[in-house]
């Protein structure tokens, strides 16, 4: 779907627990990593 908006509604409203709120099944079905890549230089 586009981004920010649920791919898919659950007919049944199903209910889940994200960070603390209750949102419908499906509502924001992704994760992120921010990972910042610092090598070390050992001079």
Known sequence: GPCGLRFRQNPQGGL????????????????V???VYQPHNNR
């Open 33 to 35: 990593s921010l990972q």
């Open 16 to 31: 889940r627990v994200v960070g603390g709120h209750v949102v419908q099944h499906g509502a924001w079905p992704w994760m």
